[in-house]
């Protein structure tokens, strides 16, 4: 069964770094990964939905990688500001056969951007 | 706009009642999916549907119901069988059937369910 892992699980840093969000997954068998983020008691927003065929995938200051071979893809977050404060999640969908069935999601990074 | 109306936005359920929660897209998908999310345990699947009149069991289906009637909507019914209900339920949907590579998911604001 596929598990997905998100490292680290919380940080802070100051505003204006650049930071990176891991993600990683056992089963390599995937099509793509979306990345999501989810503010305080509130739903997911789309972030960036990398198809297995591509390498990269950009939206604004947001980066996304993916490398199925060695399950991993990260997602970087060019000059943060305290407004990218969330967390960041990671998921790959699952197949029975005849389209997705759902979506497998690890537990999130908790970002926090000092002001 | 498209997108993915949840209902209520919190709801308070009484012990041994069976409450029901709304999701209504218009975003012309077939796929939608129900999800719990608990505190340090990320989301779960509850109960998902590829076509109208057709849903299959996730990883916790106990103790909750579903019926796709209309392509629109997908409404989650959590029963008295249900013994830890409190929770953020989430719907999403997607393009669904025969797309393997275009699984794009889409979420509602989520109901937050609360046992009183």
């Known amino acids: 069964k596929q598990e997905v892992t998100q490292i680290p699980a919380a940080l802070s840093v100051p505003e204006g770094e650049n930071l990176v969000l891991n993600c990683s997954f056992t089963d390599s068998a995937i099509y793509n990964l979306q990345w999501f983020r989810q503010d305080p008691g509130k739903g997911l927003t789309s972030l960036l939905l990398?198809?297995?065929?591509?390498r990269e995938q950009t939206s604004g200051r947001l980066n996304a990688s993916l490398d199925k071979s060695s399950g991993r893809s990260t997602l970087y977050i060019a000059a943060s500001q305290p407004g990218d404060s969330a967390t960041y999640l990671c998921?790959?969908?699952?197949?029975?056969?005849?389209?997705?069935?759902?979506?497998?999601f690890g537990k999130g990074t908790h970002l926090i951007i000092q002001p | 706009d498209g997108g993915i109306t949840q209902s209520p936005k919190y709801l308070f359920r009484k012990e041994g009642q069976n409450v029901t929660l709304s999701c209504e897209q218009n975003l012309n998908h077939d796929a939608m999916y129900w999800y719990r999310q608990d505190p340090g345990q990320g989301l779960r699947l509850i109960y998902y549907?590829?076509?109208?009149?057709?849903?299959q069991k996730g990883d916790i289906a106990e103790g909750y119901s579903v019926s796709r009637e209309k392509k629109e909507s997908f409404p989650l019914t959590v029963t008295s069988a249900q013994k830890n209900p409190t929770a953020f339920y989430l719907c999403?949907?997607?393009?669904?059937?025969?797309?393997?590579?275009?699984?794009?998911?889409?979420f509602g604001q989520g109901t937050r369910l609360t046992v009183v």
């Open positions: 990398i198809q297995s065929s591509q």
């Open positions: 999403a949907s997607s393009i669904g059937r025969d797309r393997d590579w275009d699984t794009e998911a889409f």
């Open positions: 549907s590829q076509i109208v009149n057709d849903f």
């Open positions: 998921a790959v969908p699952w197949y029975s056969g005849g389209g997705a069935d759902g979506l497998t």
